[in-house]
């Protein structure tokens, strides 16, 4: 049986006559355990006050999927390695450009992690490249898109949707 995943997103009209496009374009993601998080279309694509910059837009949760992803795998080979991680803050940055449709996509993923590591076992610079290469095979984020994805001077391109 496959593994499924859901979210609820709701948008609600509060009244805005809609027909004339200037409905609100917040709204809410619901998620199992309760977890709410405000959602909206980004301030670039729709002016506030018809958009919230306060709230988290399809982009970025887009590029933070990837992002914690990555890390997440990054940590489980990390410690199946025998490396100790005590931090890990990626500042990500997605670029929007176009497809082979002229459609636009987010093209390109930078991340950019700064990982502390204690203990007597550090990775050398080929085992952290190799730690972040599998990391970026095994995340299913990764998988599930054609985004290019760089991570600390490696470039990974997904060439499969």
Known sequence: MATEYRAVV???RDGAVFSDGRYGRAHRWLFDGGVEVPAS?????????????????????????L?????????ALAAKAGFVVDSYRDDAVGIMGRNARARPYVATVT???TIAFSG????????????????HELC?????????VTIA???????TA
Do not use: K, Q
């Not at 992002?67 to 940590?75: G, V």
């Not at 001077?153 to 060439?159: D, F, P």
């Open 67 to 75: 992002s914690s992803c990555h890390m997440l795998f990054f940590l």
């Open 120 to 135: 007597e076992r550090r990775p050398s610079t080929a085992e952290l490249a190799d730690l972040h290469h599998r990391s």
């Open 41 to 65: 279309a980004a301030p670039s694509s729709v002016p506030a006050p018809l958009s919230r910059e306060d709230a988290v837009d399809p982009e970025e949760a887009f590029v933070a999927a």
């Open 10 to 12: 709701d948008w609600r």
């Open 140 to 148: 299913y984020i990764a998988n599930s898109v054609l985004t290019e």
């Open 153 to 159: 001077g490696l470039v990974h391109t997904n060439e």
């Open 111 to 113: 991340l950019d992690p």
